[in-house]
């Protein structure tokens, strides 16, 4: 074909332009993601336990995790997250109940299968992974059953991070993998046998040299851990990492906006000065929910869904009344923790059934607010104050602990952008 040289100039301009509008196109493509993100999933396999008496008694004295039901919510959230598709699966630590092998392996296996429908899985390790003494619950007694070393954990998930690792660090289960063509993952493990909420020396060089070269690579650097960089709550021994100080230091230095956690059970963000942490509440707990973390065009959006699990329990025909009204069933059995424990406190201090009664309420709603990280209701609840000032007036812990979580009444932590 013969071009004009009079529009050859102006063709040539066009198609360079282009070009370059499909690179930059390329480009922001790359650096667009979206993972789901779990943390706290406590899964205990079947074969562990007979759901009878000594279980349900061990379970009672938790915080009010629904784990009688984590294989049935894991399936549910696998079956979500395998519609959805995600770019990746993240799971922020304390996969098993408590270490458990079994627990382990068989997590593993609903993993690899959610691989295999073509949703990549990343996983790092918390403190009820490693290190620990692990029990099975049947009637006939609790006996000690075989955990994991730090070993077998990576040899048992090697497939869901560690084998893709473009890094990893010597010192601990740390590793660095390629999330897209921009971005990449930074999956740290601050646990240890001797400690299991801190970060060492030598890990902390290893961080510092990963994001250095990630930033010379012009990468954007996405970084989950299991324990906390900042305070969330009132309890901070055993939560926030020992080295947080020198680890933010790290994530500013090299303009990192943004860490995921978990391990305190509470659903919570936090910025300090450009850099925010998500710290997600377990699967197994309260609305059973987890993150779904969004990027494009150098913006980062984030909210949480909860499992659907009554209509996972229609859809695969099962008859089970708690399942097929999970969202009751999970609510009670997080409130009935708290409302024995709030009647105990007050009843102790003298409070009469009359004046108990509407503050154990305030107690279950705030509480379960606090928990799901939505407290946007509760003003509309004690639009005064007036209970909760009487709980902190009662001298109870219940009245410590609210006074403590007082600043969040009105605050939604479930929705987060950039």
Not at 102 to 116: C, V
Not at 140 to 166: M, N, Q
Not at 334 to 352: D, H, I, K, N
Not at 365 to 378: H, P, R
Request: with cysteine; proline share 4%.
């Amino acid at each position: 074909m013969c071009i004009n040289p009079r529009i050859r100039a102006p063709l040539a301009l066009l198609t360079a332009l282009c070009l370059l509008l499909a690179a930059c196109g390329k480009k922001s493509a790359e650096g667009s993601y979206r993972v789901a993100i779990a943390t706290d999933l406590h899964y205990l396999s079947p074969a562990l336990t007979d759901h009878g008496d000594l279980f349900r008694q061990v379970m009672e004295a938790g915080d009010g995790k629904v784990t009688e039901y984590c294989d049935e919510i894991t399936d549910a959230f696998l079956e979500e997250v395998r519609v959805m598709k995600p770019d990746a699966l993240i799971l922020t630590g304390d996969l098993s109940f408590n270490g458990e092998r079994d627990s382990h392996l068989a997590l593993a296996e609903k993993l690899a299968s959610l691989e295999t429908d073509g949703v990549p899985v990343f996983v790092l390790p918390g403190n009820h992974d490693l290190f620990r003494s692990p029990y099975s619950f049947f009637d006939a007694g609790a006996e000690s059953v075989p955990g994991v070393t730090a070993e077998e954990f990576r040899e048992i998930y090697a497939a869901f991070g560690f084998d893709e690792a473009v890094a990893s660090d010597s010192d601990s289960l740390s590793y660095v993998a390629q999330l897209n063509g921009s971005t990449r993952l930074l999956m740290l493990d601050a646990n240890t046998p001797h400690d299991f909420c801190s970060l060492s020396a030598e890990t902390l060089r290893w961080i510092d040299a990963q994001l250095g070269e990630a930033e010379q690579a012009g990468h954007t650097v996405l970084v989950a851990c299991h324990q906390n960089l900042f305070q969330h709550s009132m309890f901070i021994s055993g939560y926030v990492l020992e080295t947080a100080e020198q680890l933010y230091e790290l994530l500013a230095a090299h303009r990192v906006p943004l860490i995921l956690s978990g391990h305190m059970h509470i659903q919570h963000i936090r910025s300090v000065e450009g850099v925010t942490e998500i710290a997600g509440s377990p699967l197994t707990m309260g609305d059973c929910h987890y993150g779904v973390l969004s990027a494009s065009n150098g913006s980062l959006r984030y909210e949480t869904h909860p499992v659907s699990m009554s209509a996972w329990a229609q859809a695969h025909g099962l008859e089970n009344e708690d399942l097929r009204d999970f969202a009751a069933y999970a609510a009670q059995s997080f409130e009935r923790r708290t409302r024995l424990q709030a009647e105990e406190q007050l009843a102790v201090r003298g409070f009469s059934p009359e004046e108990i009664e509407p503050l154990a309420d305030f107690a279950c709603a705030l509480n379960n607010a606090y928990f799901s990280g939505d407290l946007s209701g509760i003003p509309a609840l004690d639009p005064d104050g007036a209970l909760l000032q009487r709980w902190v007036d009662s001298g109870t812990f219940f009245g410590y602990y609210f006074a403590s979580i007082e600043s969040e009444i009105g605050k939604d932590h479930t929705r987060w952008e950039n």
